[in-house]
């Protein structure tokens, strides 16, 4: 069974940053597209930032400049380099995994929270 393994998540002071890591294991099928989600309190899911397996990325108007997201393919590893924390980045962050067939694979979560 496919399984998606973050890490990186923590407690930062605004201003401060953070690196999360996603690791795909025991997949079928090669992954294409790889992403970072996350989810506030109250709030529905909303899409990060996207990494197709050429390199391509898109990011959410909120944290472009600030957030950088990268990826190993070798390793189906995805990473997120989170600069200038702002408090309303405090989520949980979720890693998704897009196979070339069947449904995309989600991470755990992992917590991040930005104090001011």
């Known amino acids: 069974q496919a399984q998606l393994v973050e890490s990186g998540g923590g407690l930062v002071q605004a201003g401060g940053s953070l690196k999360l890591s996603c690791v795909a294991s025991n997949t079928v099928f090669s992954i294409n597209a790889m992403a970072w989600y996350r989810q506030a309190p109250g709030k529905a899911r909303e899409l990060v930032a996207h990494?197709?397996?050429?390199?391509?990325?898109v990011y959410a108007d909120s944290v472009k400049g600030r957030f950088t997201i990268s990826r190993d393919n070798a390793k189906d590893t995805v990473f997120l380099l989170m600069s200038d924390l702002k408090p309303e980045d405090t989520a949980v962050y979720y890693c998704?995994?897009?196979?070339?067939?069947?449904?995309?694979?989600w991470g755990q979560g992992t917590q991040v929270t930005v104090s001011s």
């Open positions: 990494i197709t397996s050429g390199g391509t990325t």
């Open positions: 998704n995994a897009e196979p070339k067939y069947g449904r995309p694979y």
